[in-house]
């Protein structure tokens, strides 16, 4: 327990959990510490992992610091998407960052040559898959490269 400190956490508006603190959540961007007991820091530890726009440290009753999304994650080898055109070329979106990719455009009859790279987001991160007006506007980018030289 944090001597003195209880929870800040406000299950609903105008309340506050009021258990003894035991640790802190620390948020980046402004370094605002706010007292938290155990449950409602275990709780910030699992949405921290769960969505990398939760940019906090965890400060533990025992003085341990943990960084939460500090980094992009590792590049993913799988495409987030992918399309074959006409059977002549190929569109792939592969992930760069938490909510960027590359879609690039490939073609299959000049020995896989790439065409175009474009820098993309992806809504939501695509954690469950890309977004359904993500993919219309890759496939806007597609056909205005391909019909109409559009970069």
Not at 49 to 66: C, S
Not at 89 to 99: H, K, M, P
Not at 131 to 138: E, L, M
Request: charged share 30%; net charge negative.
């Amino acid at each position: 327990m944090i001597e003195g400190e209880v929870c800040a956490h406000k299950p609903w508006e105008g309340a506050v959990c009021g258990r003894p603190a035991v640790g802190y959540v620390v948020t980046r961007w402004n370094g605002r510490q706010t007292p938290f007991c155990r449950e409602h820091l275990d709780s910030c530890k699992l949405t921290a992992r769960m969505f990398a726009d939760y940019e906090w440290d965890v400060i533990e009753e025992d003085g341990t610091r943990t960084a939460y999304n500090t980094a992009p994650p590792p590049a993913d080898p799988d495409p987030v998407w992918e399309s074959t055109l006409d059977k002549k070329y190929r569109a792939e979106v592969r992930r760069t960052g938490t909510g960027t990719a590359e879609l690039v455009l490939i073609d299959l009859t000049d020995d896989n040559r790439e065409l175009v790279r474009w820098a993309v987001t992806l809504a939501y991160g695509a954690q469950f898959g890309p977004d359904v007006q993500d993919v219309a506007d890759w496939q806007e980018k597609i056909e205005g490269f391909i019909d109409r030289g559009e970069r």
